[in-house]
Each structure stands twice: as structure tokens, then as C-alpha cells.
């Protein structure tokens, strides 16, 4: 009997998703992808939207048309609800059913939850203001220089770095570092915790490096116009904010049974089906996942194999699954064609470590964003091989 596998949300996880189903499963299995926006944006490369003037048009795409003649169904329709005892996804349009669920939603940012946030500080998250947040940065010469992550559940702390490394490089040539303070502030004991040990180290050594203040355990609760405010009574002042506010899950899943306080989906990590599926059909992948660890796309990608391959494998009655093994990888830019790469096995409990700093990086990251487009977001394991 066919079978019909609906994953909501158009980014990573549910591209990554759908391609892997598309792969595995018979055409005459349904896969069907809905999401709330027609198109979406390769956020990873934002860095270069902000400081090499690229247009977010060519890293933007559009999902009808990427999908069309590929065997996977897309569907724009904002989900508003999940209704388990009748398989059915609730959107405003349309109901639709199905025999396998995979939640790859991402996540909301909860602005109201960081008071100014909004009003304030400039966003390296959000395509709706990164112009914006581009046309402030490049016009920034001097004062006190702010970015991170403010209290509330931020899982995200490499963007607002990668903004540290190239405003440094901008003002260095410029001629003007000399008349600015950076500094970067995180709710977090380490810098980029999911790395290791070994991975924290190296960070402290580089941020002294290029001058950068770190302010670690600081929880940022409000900011104003020209002040940030902690929640142990200090006060800051600043000429400008980059801040990645709080995540909270969507609200379309509040009722659905699925989540847990924050929004969120638990699931059982080994094969990321959510822990409070009714039928043992529901899977969630990507940033929407509710478990401890980060919110990154590498990680996203991962989970959506897993997923895609429990699920083919109870159609199928037969194929390989494997186990998810979180593992950090991150390209973070650094200004002037430089990348930081920094490779982790911490979060599994292996061995493995690669820290790799120059040109190779930066490139491949670039690479990496043009196959994911030019192949339709199709990549197979490349997000494995990458810098390898």
C-alpha cells in the first residue's frame, strides 16, 4: 500500500528530509512538503551578505520551483495545528493526512522575551532585516560593539561571532580598530560549548588574539537605546547590539501534545521519532527538536537522514538505519576570505578533533552553498565531507 510522508517546513532538515525519502522510498509513496514561506534562504552564508555585498537573492530559493518534476509535492499553506488521533495536519487553507509525520518547523524568535531586542539590536538571523543589520555594520566606526546572546535559551552562539571576527577585519582595514571595544556576551560557561574542551581553549586564544572582550555566564535581560541591562543588577553601555534573541517553538504546535514548555519537540535521539507520538508516527528533525544540544545546520541535516531512513526502513521492511551520533562542525567566517573551521566528535563521546584556520575553509563553506544550490538542495552526504 502507498503510504503518505508529509514533512512541515521548507529549510534544511525538511529539504534534506524529503530528498533523503525521495531516495529511498518507491514513487508511488507520497512525499509532500509544507511550508509556511514559498521560498527559503541558505542562511549559513549571511556572514557574506553583511560584508561581501552578496545578494540574498542568489542564495534564496524557490521552493515550488525547486521541487517541480522531482517526485516531491510542495505545498506553501501555514500550518496551525496537528490533530494526532486523525493523522492530520491543520493548515489554513487546506487539512491534509498522513501515515508519517516529520516536524522540521525551525524555530520563533522570541523577541518579546529579550525587552529591546527588537527596537535595539540588529539581527544576523532574520532575512526579513539582514539589510538592514548590513547597511548599520558597514556604516559602524567606533564606540563599544556588542554581540551574542541575551538569557532565555539561545542555542546558537556561532553567527554573532562570525560578525565579531568581521567587523574586526572591516575597522582593522579601515585604519579605525584602535577606536573601538568589542566585546561578545553569552549566557554560556564556554565558547561554542559543544565543541570540547580542546575547541574552548583555542577560542579563548583567538579571541585574545584579535582583541575581543568575552564576557562567559552574563545574562542579558533587557537593553535600551544605548544600555544593556543583566539580570545581576549590572549595566553596559553601548553604541551598537548584535543579539540573537531567546528561540521558542511555533506556535502552531502548542496543542498538538508534541512539545514540551518551551515549544519544543523531545524525541528519542537515537532515531528522532518525538517522544509523545500518539501512533509512533511523528518524527521531528532540526531546530524544532526539543533535546539538549545545539541548533545548527550540520546537525539538522544529520537528524533528517535518520529520520528519512527509520522511516523508509518500517515501509520498506527492510534497509540500513542509522544511529544519530551528533557531531560539531562549523565553518565560521573570519573577514578578508579567512574561516575558522572547527571539527568535534565531544557531543558522542569520540575522539575526534580538527581545528583548521585560512583559505580552505572559507572556500569550502562557499562550495558547500553553491552544490546545495545548484543541486536543489540533493546533497547526499556532502555536509559530511566537507574539509575533510
Not at 553583511?50 to 518534476?69: A, G, R, V
Not at 523577541?111 to 539582514?130: K, N
Not at 539561545?154 to 573601538?180: A, F, S
Amino acid at each position: 500500500m502507498s503510504k503518505t510522508i508529509i514533512i512541515v517546513g521548507g529549510s534544511f532538515g525538511g529539504i534534506k528530509a524529503a530528498w533523503s525519502l525521495r531516495h529511498l522510498l518507491d514513487v508511488k509513496h507520497r512525499i509532500l512538503i509544507i511550508s509556511d514561506k514559498p521560498r527559503t534562504t541558505f542562511r549559513a552564508s549571511f556572514p557574506r551578505v553583511l560584508f561581501e555585498n552578496l545578494d540574498p537573492e542568489k542564495i534564496t530559493m524557490d521552493l515550488s520551483e525547486n521541487f517541480k518534476d522531482t517526485d516531491i509535492e510542495f505545498v506553501c499553506d501555514p500550518m496551525t495545528a496537528i490533530n494526532q488521533d486523525k493523522n492530520e495536519v491543520i493548515c489554513q487553507d487546506n487539512r491534509y493526512q498522513f501515515d508519517y509525520l516529520i516536524l522540521a518547523t525551525g524555530v520563533r524568535h522570541a523577541y518579546e522575551l529579550l525587552p529591546g531586542s527588537h527596537e535595539f539590536g540588529l539581527s544576523v538571523c532574520d532575512p526579513a532585516r539582514i539589510i538592514e543589520t548590513r547597511e548599520a555594520l558597514l556604516n559602524f566606526e567606533k564606540g563599544e560593539f556588542f554581540a551574542g546572546v541575551g538569557a532565555g535559551y539561545t542555542p546558537c552562539d556561532g553567527p554573532p561571532m562570525e560578525v565579531l571576527m568581521n567587523i574586526d577585519h572591516l575597522l582593522r582595514e579601515k585604519g579605525i580598530r584602535d577606536k573601538t571595544n568589542l566585546h561578545y556576551i553569552s549566557d554560556k560557561g564556554h565558547l561554542l560549548p559543544p565543541g570540547g574542551p580542546k575547541v574552548w581553549k583555542y577560542l579563548d586564544g583567538h579571541f585574545k588574539k584579535r582583541g575581543i572582550n568575552v564576557h562567559l555566564e552574563v545574562f542579558l535581560v533587557k537593553l535600551d537605546k544605548n544600555r544593556l541591562y543583566f539580570k545581576d543588577g549590572k549595566t553596559m553601555p553601548y553604541d551598537m547590539c548584535l543579539l540573537v534573541p531567546p528561540y521558542r517553538g511555533i506556535p502552531a504546535m502548542e496543542n498538538s501534545g508534541l512539545t514540551d514548555e518551551r515549544g519544543f519537540v523531545p524525541v528519542h535521539m537515537k532515531n528522532m521519532l518525538a517522544k509523545e507520538s500518539e501512533h509512533g508516527n511523528i518524527y521531528a528533525v532540526g531546530d524544532c527538536v526539543g533535546n539538549p544540544g545545539p541548533k545548527q545546520g550540520h546537525l539538522a541535516f544529520m537528524q533528517a537522514t535518520v529520520a528519512a531512513e527509520h522511516i523508509a526502513w518500517r515501509v520498506n521492511q527492510k534497509g540500513l538505519v542509522r544511529m544519530y551520533l551528533p557531531e560539531f562542525r562549523c565553518v565560521m567566517d573570519q573577514g578578508g576570505g579567512i574561516g575558522l573551521y572547527t571539527y568535534s566528535q565531544y557531543m558522542s563521546e569520540g575522539d575526534g578533533l580538527k581545528i583548521e584556520i585560512g583559505e580552505e575553509p572559507y572556500k569550502s563553506k562557499i562550495r558547500f552553498e553553491e552544490i546545495f544550490m545548484e543541486k536543489k538542495g540533493d546533497i547526499g552526504e556532502l555536509h559530511h565531507q566537507m574539509m575533510k
